[in-house]
Protein backbone atom coordinates (compact mmCIF):
# COMPACT_ATOMS: atom_id res chain seq x y z
CA UNK A 1 0.00 0.00 0.00
CA UNK A 2 2.21 2.82 -1.77
CA UNK A 3 -0.31 5.84 -0.34
CA UNK A 4 -0.29 4.56 3.59
CA UNK A 5 3.75 5.51 3.04
CA UNK A 6 3.65 8.40 0.47
CA UNK A 7 1.33 10.35 2.84
CA UNK A 8 3.23 9.80 6.07
CA UNK A 9 6.54 10.73 4.23
CA UNK A 10 5.16 14.07 3.02
CA UNK A 11 3.77 14.98 6.80
CA UNK A 12 7.33 13.94 8.00
CA UNK A 13 8.62 16.37 5.10
CA UNK A 14 6.34 19.27 5.80
CA UNK A 15 6.94 18.90 9.41
CA UNK A 16 10.48 17.95 10.68
CA UNK A 17 9.37 17.94 14.60
CA UNK A 18 7.29 14.51 13.77
CA UNK A 19 10.42 13.55 12.72
CA UNK A 20 12.19 14.27 15.44
CA UNK A 21 9.03 12.69 17.88
CA UNK A 22 7.74 10.25 15.82
CA UNK A 23 5.59 8.57 18.79
CA UNK A 24 3.30 12.04 17.74
CA UNK A 25 2.69 10.67 14.34
CA UNK A 26 0.33 7.92 13.29
CA UNK A 27 -0.43 6.44 10.14
CA UNK A 28 -2.57 3.65 9.65
CA UNK A 29 -5.33 2.17 7.20
CA UNK A 30 -8.75 2.04 8.70
CA UNK A 31 -11.99 -0.04 7.17
CA UNK A 32 -9.70 -1.25 4.79
CA UNK A 33 -10.96 -4.04 1.80
CA UNK A 34 -10.45 -5.55 -1.13
CA UNK A 35 -13.19 -5.01 -4.30
CA UNK A 36 -13.03 -7.37 -6.84
CA UNK A 37 -15.93 -9.07 -9.70
CA UNK A 38 -15.81 -12.17 -11.05
CA UNK A 39 -14.74 -10.72 -14.06
CA UNK A 40 -12.03 -12.58 -16.18
CA UNK A 41 -8.87 -12.24 -14.16
CA UNK A 42 -8.29 -11.19 -10.34
CA UNK A 43 -7.47 -7.91 -10.84
CA UNK A 44 -8.49 -6.02 -7.66
CA UNK A 45 -8.69 -2.11 -5.78
CA UNK A 46 -7.91 -1.58 -2.47
CA UNK A 47 -9.98 0.57 -0.82
CA UNK A 48 -9.10 2.08 2.65
CA UNK A 49 -9.01 5.57 4.68
CA UNK A 50 -5.88 5.83 5.83
CA UNK A 51 -6.46 7.77 9.62
CA UNK A 52 -3.55 10.42 10.36
CA UNK A 53 -3.38 11.14 14.23
CA UNK A 54 -0.70 14.07 14.89
CA UNK A 55 -0.26 14.20 18.98
CA UNK A 56 0.46 17.47 20.71
CA UNK A 57 0.84 19.79 17.38
CA UNK A 58 2.26 22.77 17.95
CA UNK A 59 2.54 23.74 14.55
CA UNK A 60 0.18 25.72 12.22
CA UNK A 61 -3.01 23.93 10.87
CA UNK A 62 -2.19 25.05 7.62
CA UNK A 63 1.07 23.08 7.71
CA UNK A 64 -0.35 19.65 7.87
CA UNK A 65 -3.44 20.75 5.69
CA UNK A 66 -2.06 22.91 2.64
CA UNK A 67 0.51 19.57 2.07
CA UNK A 68 -2.05 16.90 2.80
CA UNK A 69 -4.46 19.07 -0.29
CA UNK A 70 -1.58 19.08 -2.34
CA UNK A 71 -0.91 15.48 -2.60
CA UNK A 72 -4.45 14.47 -2.26
CA UNK A 73 -4.82 16.43 -5.54
CA UNK A 74 -1.93 14.25 -7.35
CA UNK A 75 -2.37 10.82 -5.88
CA UNK A 76 -6.35 10.59 -5.38
CA UNK A 77 -7.50 13.45 -7.55
CA UNK A 78 -11.02 12.28 -7.36
CA UNK A 79 -11.34 13.51 -4.07
CA UNK A 80 -11.46 16.65 -5.68
CA UNK A 81 -12.87 16.31 -8.61
CA UNK A 82 -16.29 14.39 -7.73
CA UNK A 83 -18.73 16.59 -6.08
CA UNK A 84 -20.16 13.84 -3.93
CA UNK A 85 -16.64 13.46 -2.57
CA UNK A 86 -15.94 17.47 -2.46
CA UNK A 87 -19.00 17.57 -0.26
CA UNK A 88 -17.79 15.16 2.40
CA UNK A 89 -14.08 16.01 2.23
CA UNK A 90 -11.12 15.33 4.07
CA UNK A 91 -12.63 14.88 7.78
CA UNK A 92 -10.78 15.47 10.69
CA UNK A 93 -10.97 16.36 14.53
CA UNK A 94 -9.21 18.36 16.60
CA UNK A 95 -8.55 18.14 20.23
CA UNK A 96 -7.63 21.41 22.28
CA UNK A 97 -4.75 20.60 24.83
CA UNK A 98 -3.74 23.40 25.88
CA UNK A 99 -3.29 27.01 24.15
CA UNK A 100 -0.70 25.94 22.20
CA UNK A 101 -0.97 22.44 21.20
CA UNK A 102 -3.70 19.96 20.09
CA UNK A 103 -4.13 16.64 18.92
CA UNK A 104 -5.58 16.29 15.68
CA UNK A 105 -6.98 13.69 13.35
CA UNK A 106 -7.57 13.57 10.01
CA UNK A 107 -9.10 10.66 7.50
CA UNK A 108 -8.18 10.32 3.63
CA UNK A 109 -10.68 7.89 1.51
CA UNK A 110 -8.01 6.07 -0.86
CA UNK A 111 -7.81 3.82 -3.61
CA UNK A 112 -5.58 1.73 -5.28
CA UNK A 113 -5.61 -0.45 -8.34
CA UNK A 114 -3.78 -3.73 -9.21
CA UNK A 115 -4.14 -5.26 -12.77
CA UNK A 116 -3.59 -9.18 -11.76
CA UNK A 117 -2.55 -10.98 -15.02
CA UNK A 118 -1.50 -14.33 -16.45
CA UNK A 119 2.33 -14.57 -17.25
CA UNK A 120 2.24 -15.88 -21.06
CA UNK A 121 5.60 -17.07 -20.54
CA UNK A 122 4.49 -19.25 -17.73
CA UNK A 123 1.02 -20.30 -16.95
CA UNK A 124 1.21 -20.91 -13.28
CA UNK A 125 2.14 -17.52 -12.80
CA UNK A 126 0.67 -14.31 -12.18
CA UNK A 127 1.96 -10.63 -12.45
CA UNK A 128 0.37 -7.72 -10.29
CA UNK A 129 0.74 -4.49 -11.86
CA UNK A 130 0.30 -1.41 -10.22
CA UNK A 131 -0.94 1.03 -12.72
CA UNK A 132 -0.62 5.16 -12.47
CA UNK A 133 -3.30 7.32 -11.30
CA UNK A 134 -5.45 8.94 -13.98
CA UNK A 135 -3.39 12.21 -14.64
CA UNK A 136 -5.04 15.44 -13.57
CA UNK A 137 -4.96 17.84 -16.53
CA UNK A 138 -2.56 20.91 -15.80
CA UNK A 139 -0.16 18.76 -13.45
CA UNK A 140 2.97 17.54 -14.82
CA UNK A 141 4.58 13.99 -13.03
CA UNK A 142 7.65 15.60 -12.05
CA UNK A 143 7.86 15.88 -8.26
CA UNK A 144 8.37 19.10 -6.90
CA UNK A 145 9.72 21.29 -3.89
CA UNK A 146 6.68 23.26 -2.44
CA UNK A 147 6.88 26.32 0.10
CA UNK A 148 4.32 27.07 2.29
CA UNK A 149 4.37 30.94 4.11
CA UNK A 150 1.57 32.33 5.93
CA UNK A 151 2.45 36.59 5.76
CA UNK A 152 6.34 36.43 5.55
CA UNK A 153 6.74 33.36 8.54
CA UNK A 154 7.31 29.98 6.92
CA UNK A 155 4.93 27.11 7.33
CA UNK A 156 6.17 24.05 6.14
CA UNK A 157 8.33 22.62 2.73
CA UNK A 158 7.63 19.41 1.17
CA UNK A 159 9.04 17.28 -1.86
CA UNK A 160 6.45 15.68 -3.58
CA UNK A 161 7.25 12.01 -4.30
CA UNK A 162 6.54 10.57 -7.14
CA UNK A 163 4.71 7.10 -7.42
CA UNK A 164 7.10 4.37 -7.87
CA UNK A 165 4.51 3.29 -10.75
CA UNK A 166 5.43 6.69 -12.68
CA UNK A 167 9.13 6.59 -11.65
CA UNK A 168 9.12 3.37 -13.53
CA UNK A 169 6.19 0.87 -13.88
CA UNK A 170 6.90 -1.98 -11.67
CA UNK A 171 5.56 -5.61 -11.88
CA UNK A 172 5.31 -8.17 -8.99
CA UNK A 173 5.79 -11.89 -9.47
CA UNK A 174 4.02 -14.02 -6.83
CA UNK A 175 4.43 -18.07 -7.54
Known amino acids: ?32 RTVSTL ?3 LSFEYE ?11 GHTDALFVPLLAWVR ?10 KTQAKGLEFNVELLELSSCDIAIRVPVTERVVVKADEDHPTRLIAEHPPEPGVPGMAGMA ?3 ELYLKD ?23
Do not use: C
Not at 4 to 9: G, T, V
Not at 48 to 58: A, F, G, P, R
Not at 154 to 164: G, K, N, Y
Open 153 to 175: QLLAQWDMEIPPERARFESLRFF
Open 1 to 32: MWKLQSLRALIESANPDLVRDPQNLIVLAHEG
Open 74 to 83: VHQSELLDNP
Open 48 to 58: YTIEITVLNYV
Open 39 to 41: AGG
Open 144 to 146: ERW
